[in-house]
């Protein structure tokens, strides 16, 4: 992950020049902020990933000597499809048209989210897909 790290970094320095150079060229408070943001995000994936690259073995693909087998195997979780993304989406939609239409669809939409986001977060803790 030391390569990542450095590829977030030189990002990061590049925002931090090119940030402060728009704001004195444009004045544009809408850019300038996105600019700072977008540095703040950045070395905080520039800090995961120098701090998860120190903690973790040398993985194959960061040598060079690596051969392609050194590579192969479980790579780990990856969940198959959900339902449950959309009805969550759904959910935060009649919240959202509840505080504009009326507070009464705002506490069914609250009430209805509950068992979404439930459903959502047990979902591969019952059913076909439980491990």
Known sequence: MKVEAWVFGILTVFVLVVAPIYWLMSDDPTGTTALVMTFFLALLVTFYLSVT????DERPEDRKEAEIVEGAGELGFFPPHSWWPLWCGVTMAVVALGIVFGWWL??????????????FIFEYYRGDHAH
């Open 53 to 56: 690259g120190r903690r973790m």
């Open 106 to 119: 705002f506490i069914v939409g609250c009430g209805v989210g509950i068992i979404t986001l439930s459903g």
